[in-house]
């Protein structure tokens, strides 16, 4: 699926591709066309699975086509976050997908001065992004009023009873109006907050993107420090071992499935790619040979991988770890099926690291290093965390440069994806 199919206005398509996303995040895919049909949702998914644009898209969509004068300190849309870093982090995702349309957005959180917060908000904002102490405050100071909020989204709510906010939650609800569009996202869902869930939403909708915790808890995750270079000779270090039986490889890009591929056979170790540029044909006939165990090792990017059906997959390696943790929990789910244990083993240069921060931070765990191997890399061990931008940047400039190129001296131009 492609942005392009959703139905959002030009503005917003334009503002997506400035930004270089083209394929919605699974969240994004199912909950924006129900969103956008005016159903109340209920979205489990957590931090990392692309839920921001997942509602933000659609409430811009929404409000821009319901055009309505802005009124001061009385917001059309109320984003409830919270911490401070999410509410900025909300806030910038609405200036940059709300670029190209005429909405005022604004952010106010505690911990700061309220001299600016309440000069945006006389001005009239029609997205408020709020914390919920801040917001009480300033309602009780009547700088702010919610009786013409038409859409309302509470964030992490999960998140929000763990930090003591059910109380001021409790009190912001009779301040909304009754009849109002309802978002309400949680990344896991306790009796509590299925109890608000159903105070809150009329008749929702369910989108459901993290897989039970049940599969992932059986499977052994670890995570090996490697040099970029090193990483083919790791692999083949680590499929010396036998009990590595039938093994799914990650890679982050398709000409990379056919480069390991090779380094593989070159090593005796019988082995097929699937990616997208493979026809229908050569794609069946690798996971054929994979499920029959005539060829242990199958490799695949993420998008192909989306069609794998197969079960006894011993081993999940992630050669490149990718960008959105959504799709580490979707990968390593591979293994550990059907009840039976699995071993999931992540390769992790320094550009990676911000990746590997990313993926514990949405698991909300942390993942074994294991340095008893011969490539073991002390610099990634150590590098520093960078942002998961600028990681992805450096990342893939990297890749493409290692990408064969067609045709002598053709270079991508500029802007060139
Ligand atoms: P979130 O789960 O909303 O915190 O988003 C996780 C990260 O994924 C953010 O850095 C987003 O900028 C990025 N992201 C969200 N949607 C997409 C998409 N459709 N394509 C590529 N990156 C995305």
Same mark, same amino acid.
Not at 156 to 163: G, I, K
């Given at each position: ?107 106010? $959180? ?40 038409? /859409? ?179 990968? /390593? ?13 992540? $390769? ?70």
């Amino acid at each position: 699926m492609q942005f392009s199919e959703l139905n959002l206005v030009p503005q917003i398509q334009q503002a997506l591709k400035d930004t270089g996303y083209e394929t919605p995040t699974p969240i994004q895919g199912q909950a924006i066309p129900l969103i956008l049909e005016g159903h109340d949702l209920l979205g489990i998914a957590q931090t990392g699975t692309g839920k921001t644009a997942a509602f933000c898209l659609p409430i811009l969509n929404s409000l821009h086509l319901r055009q309505a004068r802005r009124e001061p300190r009385s917001p059309r849309a109320l984003i409830l976050t919270p911490t401070r870093e999410l509410a900025i982090q909300i806030h910038t995702s609405l200036l940059t997908y709300g670029k190209h349309l005429r909405q005022k957005y604004a952010v106010i $959180f505690g911990g700061v001065g309220q001299g600016n917060q309440i000069r945006d908000l006389k001005m009239g904002v029609d997205v408020l992004v709020a914390t919920p102490g801040r917001l009480l405050d300033l309602i009780e100071q009547r700088h702010l009023r919610l009786d013409r909020v038409e /859409i309302f989204i509470l964030d992490e709510a999960d998140r929000m009873l763990d930090m003591g906010f059910m109380p001021a939650i409790k009190k912001v609800l009779p301040l909304l109006p009754s009849r109002r569009h309802n978002l309400f996202f949680s990344a896991t869902m306790p009796p509590e907050i299925q109890k608000l869930a159903q105070s809150i939403l009329r008749d929702p909708k369910k989108v459901e993107v993290t897989p039970p915790a049940t599969t992932v808890e059986r499977i052994r995750q670890m995570v090996m420090y490697v040099d970029k270079k090193e990483k083919p000779q790791l692999l083949a270090h680590i499929l010396k071992d036998n009990d590595l039986h039938k093994v799914l490889v990650f890679v982050g890009m398709k000409h990379l499935a056919d480069r390991v591929v090779k380094g593989l056979e070159s090593k005796r170790i019988a082995a097929a790619a699937i990616h997208g540029n493979k026809s229908q044909g050569a794609r069946q006939r690798a996971l054929k040979d994979f499920s029959s165990d005539r060829v242990r090792v199958l490799v695949a990017t993420d998008i192909a991988s989306r069609g794998i059906d197969v079960d006894g997959i011993s081993h999940v390696i992630n050669y490149d770890l990718p960008n959105i943790p959504e799709d580490y929990v979707h990968r /390593i789910g591979r293994t550990a099926r059907a009840g039976t244990d699995g071993d999931a083993i992540s $390769f992790c240069t320094a550009e990676e690291k911000s990746y590997l921060a990313a993926i514990e931070k949405a698991t909300r765990q942390q993942i074994e290093v294991v340095t008893d191997q011969p490539y073991h890399s002390e610099d990634a061990a150590r590098a520093r965390i960078m942002s998961v931008g600028k990681a992805k940047a450096l990342i893939e400039g990297q890749r493409d440069a290692g990408r064969p190129r067609r045709g002598r001296g053709r270079r991508p131009s500029r802007g060139h994806r």
